[in-house]
T-cell receptor, first 114, second 113 residues
């Protein structure tokens, strides 16, 4: 059974640029959630995708957008990067977006915005 | 608005003793709670969960207690081992956003040999 994988591991961008982060969900999972973890804080929910549709969104501006593909992998896109976007971005997969299921996390992508 | 709070940034325990990590929440709509452990350079790893219909759930060395009236939960690790040293996060879900996890700030647990 393959776990949740994310790419790239690290990324450095400059303010104003755009970035795309990728996530492959665990085998058998159809739901992907994205979280932002700032230094010294707990992860904050960005949004969730279930069967290719957005299924809930946290308090993040529209320049944070996402996609889920038919194979349930997902992308997180951030436009017009700001310095405060520097964080660890975590992807989590689960079986269903409409029930209480444990979410399984990938190792994260460390984004640094200069 | 911090809906899930872990008020102890760190905890230090001797090997073999009990570790007790605490978590408070304010949103009465939360009805499912989870604990995750995180090592550096890794994603959070699921440890144990509890539904609001229960007040205790055990899994090996890990026990989670839920006090709904106090809006408080705790994770007990007995006996503590050096490999348990990590950051522990509690998370909550419920109401109309059961797919969304709301996390606390984390507690750094250090278990000394």
């Amino acid at each position: 059974e393959t776990g949740v994988t994310q790419s790239p591991t690290h990324l450095i961008k400059t303010r104003g640029q755009q970035v795309t982060l990728r996530c492959s969900s665990q085998s058998g999972h159809n739901t992907v959630s994205w979280y932002q973890q700032a230094l010294g804080q707990g992860p904050q929910f960005i949004f969730q995708y279930y069967r290719e549709e957005e299924n809930g969104r946290g308090n993040f501006p529209p320049r944070f957008s996402g996609l889920q593909f038919p194979n349930y992998s997902s992308e997180l896109n951030v436009n017009a990067l700001e310095l405060d976007d520097s964080a660890l971005y975590l992807c989590a997969s689960s079986f269903s977006g409409f029930s209480y299921n444990e979410q399984f996390f990938g190792p994260g992508t460390r984004l640094t915005v200069l | 608005d911090q809906q899930v709070k872990q008020n102890s940034p760190s905890l230090s325990v001797q090997e073999g003793r009990i570790s007790i990590l605490n978590c408070d929440y304010t949103n009465s709509m939360f009805d499912y709670f989870l604990w995750y452990k995180k090592y550096p350079a890794e994603g959070p790893t699921f440890l144990i969960s509890i539904s609001s219909i229960k007040d205790k759930n055990e899994d090996g060395r890990f026990t989670v207690f839920l006090n709904k009236s106090a809006k408080h939960l705790s994770l007990h690790i007995v006996p503590s081992q050096p490999g348990d040293s990590a950051v522990y996060f509690c998370a909550a879900s419920g109401g109309t956003s059961y797919g969304k996890l709301t996390f606390g700030q984390g507690t750094i647990l250090t278990v000394h040999p």
